[in-house]
């Protein structure tokens, strides 16, 4: 486990070298015990791939007793404190799992036959693969909501795209390398767009606006584009 400064606010906590599930875990468990530990001045905990940023006020953390001319170090021993009563391999929390309905129809998926041609194989078994696929969400970041999702197969893994589109639709499927992803909001961006969904991931007016939340576990099932028209959430 490494812990370094970032900026003169944050401590960016990083515990693997690699994106898997048992670096997920293991960022999972510290952001958890972090959380729960409640440390002085602390105001926020963000977890990613494979570490986490502790938020923290410095002047806070002063008048909590931590020495001015060393916040970082004083601030950085009770993380690591915290931490070091975890498990080598500890088991996350149960995610929930989710349906998320995609339309694959060409007007909604405008990089599907170009994903087909570079994987070799025609665009239905892009998209059976696809919906044969179990994801793990990651993290939520980038935008308000945003899954990043891991597991796609080593056939369906695609560069980002060499241009970006300034304006990706909300609900937006995407893939790049290993990963997959929905837009929750319009954005620019350049993943590879094979589908939409009519599912609303990015919620406002929610207590927990981000529908999606690291842990969840994801299958994608397939909807005609009249069924996206007349979707209505439960």
């Known amino acids: 486990m490494e812990i370094v400064p970032l900026g003169d606010s944050a401590l960016l906590v990083t515990v693997g070298d690699r994106i898997d599930e048992a670096t997920h875990a293991r960022v999972r468990a510290a952001a958890l015990a972090l959380r729960a530990g409640h440390l002085p001045a602390v105001t926020e905990i963000v977890p990613a791939y494979a570490s986490l940023t502790v938020f923290y006020q410095p002047l806070q953390a002063i008048v909590d007793g931590a020495p001015e001319d060393d916040v970082v170090g ?117 993943w590879n767009l094979i589908g939409r969904t009519p599912l609303r991931l990015y919620r406002p007016e929610a207590e927990q606006p981000s529908l999606l939340q690291a842990g969840d576990r994801i299958r994608f099932h397939a909807i005609s584009r009249e069924e996206f028209a007349h979707w209505k959430e439960s």
């Open 74 to 190: 004083w601030l950085s021993a009770r993380v690591r404190e915290r931490l070091a009563k975890l498990p080598s391999k500890p088991s996350p929390p149960a995610g929930r799992h989710w349906d998320v309905p995609v339309c694959y129809d060409a007007d909604f998926a405008p990089d599907l036959t170009e994903v087909a041609a570079r994987a070799g194989m025609p665009t239905e078994k892009v998209v059976a693969l696809h919906q044969k696929t179990e994801f793990l969400v990651y993290l939520i970041g980038f935008a308000p909501g945003f899954p990043y999702m891991g597991g796609l197969p080593a056939s369906l893994a695609m560069p980002r795209r060499a241009e970006p589109r300034k304006r990706v639709a909300p609900g937006s499927v995407g893939i790049i390398d290993s990963q997959c992803c929905i837009y929750p909001v319009e954005t620019p961006g350049g």
